[in-house]
């Protein structure tokens, strides 16, 4: 576990602002066949990196109130409490109402940004690892991991060894990225790309979660908070890959 580099640089933040770069120009390098002008893209970006800070906060915040006494205690981002899916659906309300107002087609926009996203989570969660936060379950196969004895999974497991779910999240997510790519090559219409991560972000992140620790608190009937929005995802996901089958997604 290093959550600092160079003993003032927080990783998990070094993390994040590669992956926010990577997506920028991957975003931008995109949009051109999409004949889609980078000026708008940069904005867009601009806007996904302070909604989704905000979104991780205050999903974290409305899911762990009791955390936070006396209440400004939220406003301290830097003591860490984030969940990526506040970030997600945050980054995703912004950049539809975004679209909306500047006449630009959310799809197209969605089909631009959702390998970047992808491989951006490979990234983030690289740097859940070295913070030492979003572990996993005890466990004793071979992919456990021990973490120092004053990383939060010591505190919870004592000296027992984890899964890495931050190392299987970022797995996923770089899997993710690389299959977007390649479905690319497949027939589909707009809105396609934007299916399919959402059916595989979903999925993979309702397998994860069987691996991870939670509060008995996030959980209801047998899945995590998270799982039941992960499923959410995979029918929305559905039903988006879905309607981009159509001819006139296919020509429009």
């Not at 899911?63 to 205690?73: G, K, V």
């Not at 190392?167 to 299916?195: H, K, N």
């Not at 992960?230 to 559905?238: I, N």
Request: proline content about 6%; some cysteine; hydrophobic content about 50%.
């Amino acid at each position: 576990m290093h959550p600092q580099i160079f003993g003032i640089i927080k990783s998990y933040g070094l993390m994040l602002a590669i992956s926010f770069a990577l997506g920028m120009w991957l975003s931008v390098r995109r949009g051109r066949p999409r004949g889609i002008a980078p000026e708008p893209i940069l904005d867009l970006v601009f806007a996904v990196l302070v909604s989704s800070i905000i979104g991780v906060r205050l999903f974290y915040v409305a899911t762990h109130p009791a955390e936070f006494d006396p209440w400004y205690r939220a406003l301290f981002i830097w003591d860490g409490g984030l969940t990526l899916y506040g970030g997600i659906l945050a980054a995703m309300a912004t950049v539809w109402w975004l679209c909306r107002r500047r006449g630009i087609r959310f799809l197209d926009i969605a089909d631009t940004f959702s390998p970047g996203l992808a491989l951006g989570i490979g990234l983030t969660r690289i740097g859940c690892y070295l913070a030492g936060c979003c572990y996993g379950k005890p466990t004793t196969c071979a992919l456990g991991v021990h973490f120092p004895a004053d990383a939060p999974s010591t505190r919870a497991w004592g000296a027992s060894a984890v899964h890495p779910t931050q190392l299987y999240a970022s797995a996923a997510g770089f899997a993710i990225f690389g299959l977007l790519v390649w479905a690319e090559r497949l027939p589909g219409g707009r809105g396609a790309t934007f299916g399919r991560f959402l059916v595989l972000y979903g999925v993979a992140r309702l397998v994860e979660d069987f691996f991870r620790a939670y509060e008995p608190d996030q959980m209801l009937a047998g899945l995590s908070n998270n799982q039941w929005l992960s499923l959410a995802l995979v029918v929305a996901g559905v039903f988006v890959a879905w309607r981009a089958r159509r001819p006139e997604a296919a020509h429009g």
